[in-house]
Protein backbone atom coordinates (compact mmCIF):
# COMPACT_ATOMS: atom_id res chain seq x y z
CA UNK A 1 0.00 0.00 0.00
CA UNK A 2 0.91 3.15 -0.77
CA UNK A 3 0.51 6.01 1.99
CA UNK A 4 -1.56 8.86 0.78
CA UNK A 5 -0.60 12.82 1.74
CA UNK A 6 -3.64 14.61 2.85
CA UNK A 7 -2.99 19.07 3.25
CA UNK A 8 -5.51 21.27 5.13
CA UNK A 9 -4.68 24.99 6.60
CA UNK A 10 -4.32 25.28 10.15
CA UNK A 11 -3.19 28.35 12.63
CA UNK A 12 -1.17 25.74 14.60
CA UNK A 13 2.66 26.16 15.11
CA UNK A 14 3.84 23.35 13.17
CA UNK A 15 7.92 23.42 14.44
CA UNK A 16 9.51 20.87 13.46
CA UNK A 17 6.22 19.08 12.52
CA UNK A 18 5.40 17.40 8.95
CA UNK A 19 4.16 20.15 7.25
CA UNK A 20 3.90 21.54 3.10
CA UNK A 21 4.64 24.65 1.98
CA UNK A 22 6.17 27.13 5.45
CA UNK A 23 9.90 27.10 6.17
CA UNK A 24 12.00 24.31 6.69
CA UNK A 25 13.13 23.05 10.15
CA UNK A 26 16.62 22.30 9.90
CA UNK A 27 19.43 20.96 12.33
CA UNK A 28 22.39 23.90 12.87
CA UNK A 29 24.69 21.85 10.21
CA UNK A 30 21.84 21.26 7.07
CA UNK A 31 22.35 23.79 4.37
CA UNK A 32 19.61 25.39 3.06
CA UNK A 33 20.01 23.83 -0.82
CA UNK A 34 21.11 25.79 -3.79
CA UNK A 35 20.99 25.06 -7.73
CA UNK A 36 23.37 26.74 -10.37
CA UNK A 37 21.33 29.44 -12.36
CA UNK A 38 21.94 31.29 -15.06
CA UNK A 39 20.47 34.73 -16.03
CA UNK A 40 21.87 37.72 -18.31
CA UNK A 41 24.73 35.78 -19.04
CA UNK A 42 25.55 35.25 -15.15
CA UNK A 43 25.93 32.62 -13.23
CA UNK A 44 24.68 32.29 -9.49
CA UNK A 45 23.16 29.69 -7.05
CA UNK A 46 19.52 30.20 -6.56
CA UNK A 47 17.30 28.65 -3.24
CA UNK A 48 15.18 25.45 -4.29
CA UNK A 49 11.43 25.60 -3.30
CA UNK A 50 10.74 23.91 0.34
CA UNK A 51 8.23 21.68 -0.74
CA UNK A 52 7.47 19.84 2.58
CA UNK A 53 9.41 18.06 5.67
CA UNK A 54 8.13 14.89 7.16
CA UNK A 55 8.26 13.70 10.86
CA UNK A 56 8.86 9.79 10.17
CA UNK A 57 7.13 8.91 13.06
CA UNK A 58 3.60 10.17 11.33
CA UNK A 59 4.16 7.68 8.19
CA UNK A 60 5.53 4.67 10.57
CA UNK A 61 1.90 3.14 11.16
CA UNK A 62 1.13 3.07 7.09
CA UNK A 63 4.54 1.68 6.14
CA UNK A 64 4.53 -1.85 7.40
CA UNK A 65 7.45 -3.17 4.90
CA UNK A 66 9.83 -0.18 6.79
CA UNK A 67 10.89 0.79 2.84
CA UNK A 68 11.22 4.49 4.63
CA UNK A 69 12.80 5.30 8.41
CA UNK A 70 10.45 5.29 11.02
CA UNK A 71 12.46 8.35 12.92
CA UNK A 72 13.96 11.36 11.97
CA UNK A 73 12.63 13.98 9.45
CA UNK A 74 12.88 14.14 5.59
CA UNK A 75 13.19 17.84 3.87
CA UNK A 76 12.26 18.05 0.15
CA UNK A 77 13.07 20.90 -2.51
CA UNK A 78 12.52 21.08 -5.81
CA UNK A 79 13.19 23.61 -8.87
CA UNK A 80 9.17 23.87 -9.61
CA UNK A 81 8.56 27.66 -9.22
CA UNK A 82 7.18 28.03 -12.77
CA UNK A 83 4.60 25.47 -11.71
CA UNK A 84 3.54 28.03 -8.75
CA UNK A 85 3.20 31.01 -11.23
CA UNK A 86 6.84 32.31 -9.89
CA UNK A 87 9.24 33.82 -11.68
CA UNK A 88 11.98 31.09 -12.43
CA UNK A 89 15.60 30.71 -13.06
CA UNK A 90 15.20 27.33 -14.28
CA UNK A 91 12.66 25.90 -16.78
CA UNK A 92 12.26 21.98 -15.34
CA UNK A 93 9.41 20.65 -18.29
CA UNK A 94 8.42 16.98 -19.18
CA UNK A 95 10.58 13.97 -18.80
CA UNK A 96 13.16 13.75 -16.28
CA UNK A 97 14.94 16.69 -14.77
CA UNK A 98 18.44 17.50 -13.96
CA UNK A 99 19.89 15.92 -11.50
CA UNK A 100 20.65 19.30 -8.76
CA UNK A 101 16.63 20.53 -9.70
CA UNK A 102 15.93 18.10 -6.57
CA UNK A 103 17.18 17.61 -3.25
CA UNK A 104 16.08 15.47 -0.27
CA UNK A 105 17.75 15.74 2.70
CA UNK A 106 17.24 13.78 6.28
CA UNK A 107 18.45 13.59 9.71
CA UNK A 108 17.97 10.86 12.20
CA UNK A 109 16.64 12.48 15.04
CA UNK A 110 14.46 15.62 15.45
CA UNK A 111 15.64 18.29 18.14
CA UNK A 112 13.53 20.82 19.25
CA UNK A 113 16.17 22.86 21.37
CA UNK A 114 18.29 23.21 18.21
CA UNK A 115 16.64 23.08 15.04
CA UNK A 116 16.06 27.05 13.61
CA UNK A 117 13.54 27.44 11.22
CA UNK A 118 15.41 28.21 7.77
CA UNK A 119 13.34 31.90 6.83
CA UNK A 120 13.58 33.09 3.04
CA UNK A 121 12.96 37.09 2.69
CA UNK A 122 12.89 39.32 -0.18
CA UNK A 123 14.63 42.36 -0.64
CA UNK A 124 12.35 44.20 1.60
CA UNK A 125 12.54 41.03 4.54
CA UNK A 126 9.28 39.81 3.55
CA UNK A 127 8.95 36.16 3.89
CA UNK A 128 8.75 34.48 0.28
CA UNK A 129 7.21 31.51 1.33
CA UNK A 130 3.30 30.62 1.30
CA UNK A 131 1.70 29.57 4.62
CA UNK A 132 2.44 25.97 6.05
CA UNK A 133 0.10 23.32 5.17
CA UNK A 134 -0.72 20.30 8.09
CA UNK A 135 -0.07 17.14 6.56
CA UNK A 136 -1.60 13.73 7.77
CA UNK A 137 -1.52 10.45 6.27
CA UNK A 138 -3.85 7.38 5.16
CA UNK A 139 -3.01 4.09 3.31
CA UNK A 140 -4.12 4.36 -0.49
CA UNK A 141 -3.65 1.70 -2.91
CA UNK A 142 -0.29 1.77 -4.82
CA UNK A 143 -1.64 3.03 -7.68
CA UNK A 144 -3.97 6.19 -6.50
CA UNK A 145 -3.67 8.71 -8.86
CA UNK A 146 -3.53 11.19 -5.83
CA UNK A 147 0.01 13.11 -3.91
CA UNK A 148 1.52 10.24 -1.58
CA UNK A 149 4.44 8.52 -0.66
CA UNK A 150 5.52 4.97 -2.01
CA UNK A 151 3.21 3.13 -4.33
CA UNK A 152 3.80 3.40 -8.17
CA UNK A 153 3.98 6.47 -9.89
CA UNK A 154 0.39 6.65 -11.62
CA UNK A 155 2.35 7.20 -15.34
CA UNK A 156 4.09 3.52 -16.64
CA UNK A 157 6.65 6.24 -18.49
CA UNK A 158 8.02 7.19 -15.07
CA UNK A 159 8.98 3.47 -14.09
CA UNK A 160 10.01 2.62 -17.74
CA UNK A 161 12.81 5.44 -17.83
CA UNK A 162 13.51 5.13 -14.61
CA UNK A 163 13.44 0.91 -13.61
CA UNK A 164 15.04 0.24 -9.73
CA UNK A 165 13.81 2.95 -8.48
CA UNK A 166 11.13 3.09 -5.15
CA UNK A 167 8.65 5.71 -5.26
CA UNK A 168 9.84 8.17 -2.70
CA UNK A 169 7.23 11.07 -3.40
CA UNK A 170 4.25 11.53 -5.91
CA UNK A 171 3.18 14.79 -5.97
CA UNK A 172 -0.58 15.46 -8.67
CA UNK A 173 -1.57 18.32 -10.29
CA UNK A 174 -3.97 20.94 -8.01
CA UNK A 175 -1.96 20.36 -4.81
CA UNK A 176 -1.26 23.09 -2.65
CA UNK A 177 -1.61 25.58 -5.72
CA UNK A 178 0.39 23.47 -8.05
CA UNK A 179 -0.22 22.90 -11.88
CA UNK A 180 1.58 20.44 -13.62
CA UNK A 181 0.47 21.35 -17.47
CA UNK A 182 -2.51 19.72 -18.07
CA UNK A 183 -3.13 17.04 -15.55
CA UNK A 184 0.38 16.41 -14.66
CA UNK A 185 2.31 14.88 -11.62
CA UNK A 186 5.50 15.53 -10.39
CA UNK A 187 7.61 11.98 -9.00
CA UNK A 188 10.64 11.79 -7.14
CA UNK A 189 12.45 8.47 -6.73
CA UNK A 190 15.59 7.29 -5.85
CA UNK A 191 17.38 3.46 -6.73
CA UNK A 192 15.91 1.14 -4.68
CA UNK A 193 19.10 -0.07 -3.72
CA UNK A 194 20.04 3.45 -2.22
CA UNK A 195 16.57 3.10 0.03
CA UNK A 196 17.65 -0.29 1.74
CA UNK A 197 20.66 1.51 2.49
CA UNK A 198 18.78 4.52 3.67
CA UNK A 199 20.54 6.95 1.10
CA UNK A 200 18.49 9.36 -0.32
CA UNK A 201 20.75 11.71 -2.60
CA UNK A 202 20.51 9.75 -5.70
CA UNK A 203 16.34 11.33 -6.02
CA UNK A 204 15.64 12.02 -9.41
CA UNK A 205 12.00 14.20 -10.45
CA UNK A 206 10.14 12.63 -13.09
CA UNK A 207 7.23 14.97 -14.37
CA UNK A 208 4.27 13.54 -16.43
CA UNK A 209 1.02 14.91 -17.85
CA UNK A 210 -1.95 13.96 -19.91
Known amino acids: MAIKI???QTDTELFCCSKWWGDPDLPADMEYPLAPATEDGEEF?????????IDCEDIAPFDPEGKLPHEGMFYV???????LDYDSPWHNGLGQWGKRMVVVKYTKAINFETFRSAILVDDDNQPLTAP???MSFEQCPDDAPCTKLLGKPFF??????????LNFLQIDSDTAGLR????????LLVPTADASRGTWKRMKAYLCSC
Open 6 to 8: NLE
Open 45 to 53: DYPLTFVCQ
Open 77 to 83: FAGLDEY
Open 132 to 134: ALK
Open 156 to 165: AEVLENLPDH
Open 180 to 187: FYDEGQLN
